[in-house]
């Protein structure tokens, strides 16, 4: 007695379900300059180490003596595998099978995902390559009804969003339920002139009257600059390695801390150009990815969302081996000022660090909130003071380094002051309410408009008051705990990394992340 007809069966039923859509829908998938979704698992994970979960599941059909006549596999490959050692979960869309809509896979492939990623404490990559999830018109032929819309598994992707890290590569057109996925992560990327994410497609902008192409409609420009994505790349390759190396930062689940790495540069480096990198003029901009990379460990900054909120710089870094969140005023866009996007992207990191245990390093040089109609309009006051609950809810350290300005309620958000403060100030630092310039005419309008020497007063008056800027007056009342020399700053924020770990605990936030 032996299986090996049942198991020449399986094997029979697993090659055609590696056919995918066929061979004129991969030729065509291949022809638009795409892998195919079983091509992007490969080159996504470990070699040899993707172990796929219901490879045969499909629609077939059987013959008058009940023999398989022909399979369709599902357009959803999923599965278990490492990506750089560490065990991960994988959903990709398989666009050949009815365009990767939706309505054509099977739920339970999405569900067991979901569900083995967070009750086994694994990070979830989803490859997003399809249309929404209501199925297209003609499938009412075949049951003619509508329905009240619900989408099934979507509380296991929000509980999920809590417990493990989750990345979503938009890997071509992403309509309805696969913009969805794309948005519900903490790190989404799009390839350029591949992928578009859109609520719905050009066919249905155009019955509202908006004739556009799928690029226009929901292209990079579009949605890496507002934030709908986190990063643009130019390749599918590019996205792989953006997807490992973002998860590289992170622990694999809320319930741990994240993996620290054996040191790789000197923890007592200190870095000769910091001392003159900030123009002594108060306005001349200096580009911060100079301070980041001077201070961290060389090489390890991975920025996030270069191409929106552009008021701050945002990624994760590691120093002397620990994974941290980074912050970092701009100031060649408002002078750092907080705009309506910036406290966006200031809400959604500090959730990121927060969830997954990363102290955040901030390098402050903030002119405050965005002032303006347009910023008004664009809603700066309510995003601003979400973004400072942000920080103030924020469960993990905050080592702020004061490199210029911090005026305002923007500009009082580098930490939150209630808890023990862990700050640095360098001697270029700029502080206040509000800032002097400008305000002094306004507080002396009466005086000014009086005297016979304008000039001179105003010239006696500004002096008088930047004296009073100079931050060593702060630091007399102890308002600035320390002043540093800027070549310093590398070895105490290794300080600093070293004493978090101690107070660091693994676990779930009583709150989670805001996608």
Known sequence: MSWEKSIDELRRRERMAEKMGGEEPVSRQRGRGKLTVRERVSFLVDPGSFHEIGKIAGVATYD?????????????????????????VVLGDDFTVRGGAADASIRGKTVIALKQAVEYRMPLVQLIDGTGGGGSIKMFLKDPRTYIPETPSWELIVDGMGEVPM????????????????????YSVM???????????????????????????????????????????????????????????????????????????????????LISLVPKDGKTPYKPQKIIEGTVDKGSFFEIGS??????VTGLARIDGHPVGIMAGNPFFLDGAWTADVCDKVTRHMDLCSTFHLPVVHFVDCAGFAVGVKHETAGVTRKGVRAMAAVYQATVPVCAVVIRKAFGLAGSAMMNPTK??????????????????????????????????????????????????????????FFAEEIIDPRETRPLLVDFVHHVRRRMEPGKTSFGPRP
């Open 64 to 88: 008058d003596d009940e023999q398989l006549e022909s399979f369709m596999a599902s357009n959803s490959v999923v599965g278990r595998a490492t990506l750089d050692g560490r065990p991960a």
């Open 167 to 186: 990345v979503s590569l938009a890997l071509g057109p992403c309509a309805g339920l696969g913009a969805g996925r794309v948005g519900a992560s903490h």
């Open 191 to 273: 390839v350029k002139e591949l992928s578009q994410v859109f609520v719905a497609g050009p066919p249905v902008a155009i019955a509202i009257g908006e004739d556009v192409s799928k690029e226009e409609l929901g292209g990079w420009e579009i949605q890496a600059k507002n934030g709908t994505v986190d990063d643009v790349v130019e390749t599918e390759a590019d996205a792989f390695r953006a997807a490992k190396r973002f998860l590289s930062y992170l622990p694999s689940s809320v319930h741990e801390l994240p993996p620290v790495t054996a040191p790789t540069d000197d923890p007592n480096r200190k870095e000769e150009s």
């Open 307 to 312: 191409q929106w909120g552009r008021g701050i």
């Open 420 to 477: 023990a403060k862990w700050r640095y100030c360098w001697p270029s630092g700029n502080w206040g309410s509000l800032p002097m310039a400008g305000g002094i005419e306004a507080a002396f309008r009466k005086e000014l408009a009086e005297t016979d020497d304008k000039e001179t007063l105003l010239k006696s008056l500004y002096k008088k008051f930047e004296a009073m800027e100079d931050p060593f007056r702060t630091a007399e009342a």
